[in-house]
């Protein structure tokens, strides 16, 4: 990949919004992710998967600022990403949710979606401090965006409810709406299907394709291999750090290096078997 400003168009003729190139990232003497390279392309879903301990939620968090990596790059939009202040790579089109939710739980939804607005407010403190025409009428605005997203994900039934008195299921939806009122380039969901039902994990599927319909990009780290399978269009693999395999999801699904690392049987073993 080219250290160029500009990003760069893969081999399938889509453009790669995400470039994640010969990463390494070590704790100590812990090598947590080793020389991962793949990336993401404008439009789709990708999946993010890998055993406990493979190295996914540490990858997540260098593409969102968390972490700072050893060396290699990650660029976005053609930008390179390092040492960049994770506020800016917000306002730079990249979003996230948490495997822990982290919501305002003390706020509504619709307080809760609304801070996810403000990620691009240059309203200033002088015309928050005294309301001028401009705060109100971005204030306006951001309430009627919030409430947008929230009829999308399926929580406006809700909207004036305390966040800490929702259903989990929809505290997990309100955090998806919380993450595109920044308006993001690419959206990264980080095992948002936890303690879902199949009911619910249904639902969580059908609302994924919506979001990628609406125009965004979408990183989907998940256990529930069903869920992957049904509602991405490409999978990589990491196992102990590293890149074992990448591809459709019926090439990722009958790969012998990937059903090793998740069945915990020799490559050898298995081709055998």
Not at 41 to 67: D, S
Not at 181 to 194: V, W
Request: hydrophobic share 40%.
């Amino acid at each position: 990949m080219s250290d160029t400003t500009t990003s760069t168009v893969t081999e399938s003729g889509g453009r790669a919004l995400l470039e994640v190139d010969n990463v390494t990232i070590k704790f100590g003497g812990v090598v947590a992710l080793d020389e991962v390279t793949f990336e993401i392309r404008e439009g789709e879903i990708l999946g993010l998967i890998g055993p406990n301990g493979a190295g996914k939620t540490t990858c997540f968090n260098v593409m969102t600022g968390v972490y700072q990596a050893t060396s290699g790059q990650i660029r976005f939009d053609g930008k390179p990403l390092a040492k960049m202040q994770r506020y800016k790579i917000t306002r730079l089109g990249i979003a996230r949710t948490f495997q822990n939710i982290r919501l305002f739980k003390s706020m509504t939804a619709l307080e809760n979606v609304m801070v996810g607005t403000d990620a691009h407010s240059r309203v200033g403190l002088f015309n928050a401090l005294f309301r001028t025409p401009l705060h109100r009428r971005t204030e306006a605005e951001s309430r009627e965006r919030a409430l947008e997203l929230l009829k999308f994900v399926g929580v406006d039934g809700r909207a004036d409810e305390l966040a800490e008195n929702l259903s989990y299921g929809d505290q997990r939806r309100l955090e998806i709406a919380r993450a595109m009122a920044t308006r993001p380039k690419l959206l990264c969901l980080d095992e948002p299907a936890a303690g879902f039902n199949p009911a619910e994990k249904q639902r969580l599927m059908e609302l994924i394709r919506n979001v990628r319909d609406e125009g965004y990009t979408v990183l989907l780290i998940e256990h529930d291999m069903r869920l992957v399978m049904g509602v991405t269009d490409r999978i990589v693999v990491l196992e102990f750090g590293r890149k074992i395999a990448e591809g459709a999801p019926a090439e990722i699904r009958d790969n012998p290096a990937v059903i090793a690392a998740y069945l915990g049987v020799e490559e050898d073993d298995d081709a055998a078997s």
